[in-house]
């Protein structure tokens, strides 16, 4: 009497394996998980402290945050997880005296995460560091 208890079993713990399988792979089609993120780093270092940029925004694929102000060093930290399709270039835009500017970052294939620190100066110049990560640019 017990082999039928046994073979009772296995179906059912076969279906639950197989319905954890599929919801695992629906999730992963839905959004992108583990090192997709892009983690952005934003410094404003001008010369003197009276200055400030406007209307920042950053797009990573699908995926943006927008602000209205950064004062003149203050750095602001945001992670943007764009779509298992979307494209990873970082595209910047904030506004410096009245001028409205851009900078497109590095380019990566899907399921690649990275960090980045954009550090702009008082003339509005951008330099960039980045890695891909797992790794940290402290």
């Not at 003197?48 to 694929?61: F, N």
């Not at 835009?93 to 500017?101: E, M, P």
Request: aromatic content about 8%; hydrophobic content about 40%; overall charge positive.
């Amino acid at each position: 009497m017990t082999v039928p208890r046994v073979v009772a079993r296995r179906p059912a713990r076969l279906a639950c394996s197989g319905v954890l399988l599929v919801v695992s792979l629906l999730a992963t089609g839905c959004r992108v998980w583990g090192n997709d993120v892009v983690k952005i780093a934003v410094k404003f270092a001008p010369s003197g402290p009276d200055r400030q940029l406007t209307d920042l925004t950053a797009v990573v694929g699908s995926d943006k945050y927008s602000w209205d102000v950064l004062h003149a060093g203050a750095v602001r930290n945001i992670n943007l997880l764009p779509g298992p399709r979307d494209d990873r270039q970082l595209l910047f835009s904030y506004t410096l005296d009245g001028r409205q500017r851009f900078w497109d970052g590095p380019k990566f294939d899907a399921g690649t995460g990275y960090e980045i620190e954009i550090t702009i100066d008082g003339d509005g110049k951008v330099t960039a560091r980045h890695c891909l990560l797992p790794c940290t640019l402290n």
